[in-house]
């Protein structure tokens, strides 16, 4: 008989950091992020979320989860769905609005994106940001094929995304570039899941224009900002470098095309505070505030000009 006890098998590397028979949470030990990580749920103090005038409240940051939903709002709009018409405002992670008790009335989980949606007879929660595209596509008929087996690989690819992510963003992407230490073993685990990942995408692209066949899909807009933009070196700094990113051919392909998206474009500008001002519209009330209200005019006192 086996005992399970020394499962997995012991191993053979040098001694190092043993965890306790208990866990104690060191809150300095969280890195870049000590002041908002928490092992606990639930608010730190009261603030009620803004309403503007439109029947969709999106409450978000333009980090890749953000970017997806807004992406697909803007889509929304540029496809004729007046209805999709929305308020996006700043959730700063960093500062912990994500705490207060109104967003967490919004998502229990203190994760951003959350939108509330007021035309329902009462307002409508939805948090997730799959979720989100989903109620998105379904609310509005839009961006999720009607075929039976597009429609499945659509929803396959998103799903896949939301399991595949936890690796690039937690794990590559926070021992990477983020961890207070660089730890090897930790970099080159996630590395190589991220470019197994990346080889996935680029095997499926190679027979497909986009993620679901050829119909652009909700399935692309939850893809494109965590992989599309790694593939264009834009996240982690130097990580496309590191990752060798330029030779996923069809992934440079398809991240190119759907960058060139009007709407892809303004939606990586939504509820952004940081990079280039001219590229922050750290809110978003009406059509009119991407030429109005970016961060440069609003710091040079220009606000409502034409």
């Known amino acids: 008989m086996t005992d399970d006890t020394k499962f997995p098998p012991e191993n053979n590397l040098p001694a190092g950091y043993q965890p306790a028979k208990v866990w104690e949470w060191k809150s300095a030990n969280g890195g870049q992020f ?33 970017v997806k939903v807004t992406v697909m709002l803007e889509e929304l709009l540029a496809a004729g769905h007046s209805g999709a018409e929305y308020d996006a405002w700043l959730i700063n992670i960093g500062e912990g609005d994500q705490f207060g008790s109104g967003f967490v009335g919004a998502n229990p989980n203190s994760k951003i994106p959350a939108l509330v949606d007021r035309s329902t007879d009462e307002p409508t929660r939805v948090f997730e940001s799959a979720s989100i595209l989903f109620y998105l596509a379904e609310k509005f008929g839009a961006f999720l094929p009607a075929d039976h087996k ?10 896949w995304q939301m399991g595949s992510a936890p690796y690039l963003g937690g794990g590559f992407g926070h021992f990477y570039a983020y961890a207070p230490m660089k730890i090897e073993y930790a970099i080159d685990r996630f590395s190589m899941e991220v470019k197994r990942q990346l080889d996935v995408l680029d095997r499926h692209l190679a027979d497909h224009a986009f993620m679901a066949g050829e119909e652009y899909s909700i399935a692309d807009m939850a893809i494109w900002p965590w992989y599309g933009v790694l593939a264009q070196g834009k996240i982690y700094g130097e990580s496309g470098t590191y990752l060798e990113v330029d030779g996923y051919k069809n992934v440079q392909r398809w991240t190119a095309m759907i960058a060139e998206r009007p709407a892809v474009q303004r939606g990586r500008m939504v509820n952004r505070a940081f990079g280039d001002p001219s590229e922050q519209l750290r809110e978003r009330h009406d059509a009119s505030d991407f030429e109005l209200r970016t961060q440069d005019k609003l710091d040079d006192g220009k606000e409502g000009e034409a």
């Open 34 to 66: 000590a002041n908002i990580n928490r092992p606990i749920a639930g608010s730190t103090h009261d603030k009620e979320l803004p309403v503007g005038k439109h029947p969709l409240q999106l409450y978000s940051l333009a980090t890749p989860n953000g």
């Open 150 to 159: 597009a429609r499945t690989e659509a929803l396959n690819w998103l799903f």
